[in-house]
């Protein structure tokens, strides 16, 4: 099909059903690596509203420290190019035709996001749009209201559960696109020689960047996408000699947001443990908690029970012990076992992450492969790993990492607690023999 388009239309084809189908969704998702054309198709599209109607647009990230790290330098070289009639200003550029606004805004602002200026937008652009999380995609939704209004998203995700993708996925109300540098006729020699170079250097780096596929590995996370896949594809003889080792292990909620998680793991063979099963609960109740855990244990007859013994834990735990002499008493902040973690957490954490590099744990649990994969880890002055607090986390992803907690504490057991366990004493860091052996 033939478009007849002004020239400062000039983008890719592979985005015109951005143009031409723009009235018929609420959200717009434009994916993809370097040089596809995302920003600058954006920018003009934008540009090319505003000279015909009057409008109010929002360009927005999370963290916007200062202007020049905004898109509006892209705008500035349109509007000079095209010689629109614009008064600009620092962080607002507006058109003299038509009084249309364009500005500028961060979203998180000291830790908490900022909506204020977003009422009466028509129109919400936010770039690099992988920086976004669910948090911030909770309040900033909702508040673009308006009638007809539309919020475009422009990103090269870092992970595959991204907040933004997670989303979009599946909606539809949002037009979703995968560009890449060779979708875009406008890109120079300078650039696909780079692109070039990057996939005879490094395909992983290639593959993100020029691709923009989510990233296998990022040095921030403690996990690669692809080891959690090798995981949740792994194949294995399984051998009857070893499954009389499980584990269960429970997450507890710690405020009225969180969940109580249990699981189940069992050993296949002689190195292999199967995420057998997950059970999840959100009673306020602690006697209802305690019941459910107990009738777990019954139904399920682990090896050894680990269970978090933090804060409201503890005494849920105390009452535990009461019916499951043995029962671990897990405290994330204690002092680790390993000389690589900063605490027991940590330890739980690269005891996981060794045994999925290894090819010893199958997953299967979907809310614990997704939570898995934004689980960040931290590198002290002292050269000791920790993992990102919890708080942080629930700050950042709306959600508290239950499920992938309670994964931790079970590889914590199966790693170090072969025969020992949390001495019971509350404010007690020290580890006692235990007098039997949790695994054979």
Not at 114 to 123: H, R, S, T
Request: aromatic letters at 12%; proline letters at 3%.
């Amino acid at each position: 099909m033939n478009y007849s388009i002004p020239e400062i239309l000039n983008i890719p084809p592979k985005l015109y059903p951005f143009i031409f189908s723009f009235n018929n969704y609420s959200y717009f998702l434009l994916e993809g690596g370097r040089a596809s054309g995302k920003t600058q198709s954006v920018a003009r599209f934008l540009l090319y509203i505003a000279q015909n109607r009057l409008v109010r647009i929002c360009c927005g990230r999370e963290i916007q420290n200062s202007i020049n790290e905004s898109v509006r330098t892209v705008f500035l070289d349109l509007i000079e190019k095209y010689k629109l009639p614009y008064d600009i200003k620092r962080d607002s550029l507006l058109n003299k035709k038509t009084g249309s606004k364009i500005f500028f805004k961060g979203f998180r602002e000291q830790g908490n996001v900022n909506i204020k200026g977003l009422e009466g937008v028509d129109i919400l652009w936010i770039d690099e749009a992988q920086s976004i999380t669910k948090a911030t995609l909770d309040v900033i939704v909702p508040t673009i209201r308006k009638k007809n209004s539309v919020i475009i998203f422009t990103m090269n995700r870092y992970t595959r559960f991204d907040s933004v993708y997670n989303f979009c996925a599946k909606r539809k109300d949002c037009l979703h696109i995968n560009i890449c540098y060779f979708d875009n006729p406008f890109v120079d020699k300078k650039i696909l020689n780079e692109a070039e170079v990057s996939k005879a250097t490094n395909i992983n780096d290639y593959n993100h960047i020029w691709l923009g596929h989510p990233l296998s590995y990022n040095n921030e996370f403690l996990l690669s996408s692809d080891m959690i896949d090798k995981s949740i594809n792994l194949e294995y003889e399984k051998d009857n000699a070893y499954f009389v080792n499980s584990v269960m292990s429970v997450d507890l909620s710690a405020s009225g947001a969180d969940l109580c998680v249990a699981k189940l793991f069992v050993q296949q063979n002689s190195t292999v443990w199967l995420e057998k099963q997950t059970i999840s609960w959100s009673e306020a109740d602690t006697d209802i908690t305690k019941g459910k855990i107990i009738s777990l244990y019954s139904e399920w007859s682990p090896k050894s029970l680990i269970i978090d013994a933090d804060g409201l834990g503890y005494p849920i735990w105390i009452s535990i012990q009461k019916v499951v002499k043995n029962a671990i008493g897990f405290r994330g902040a204690h002092r680790p076992l390993s000389r690589f973690a900063i605490n027991a957490r940590a330890d739980g954490y690269l005891a996981l992450r060794d045994y999925l590099e290894k090819g010893y744990l199958k997953l299967s649990d979907k809310n614990t492969i997704r939570q898995l994969e934004y689980i960040k880890k931290i590198y002290k002055p002292n050269g000791l790993i920790a993992i990102q607090d919890k708080k942080e986390i629930r700050k950042a992803h709306n959600e508290s990492p239950d499920f992938a907690d309670c994964s931790m504490m079970a590889l914590y057991a199966i790693n170090y607690c072969s025969n020992i366990i949390i001495c019971k004493e509350q404010n007690c860091d020290c580890l006692v023999e235990s007098d039997f052996d949790v695994f054979d």
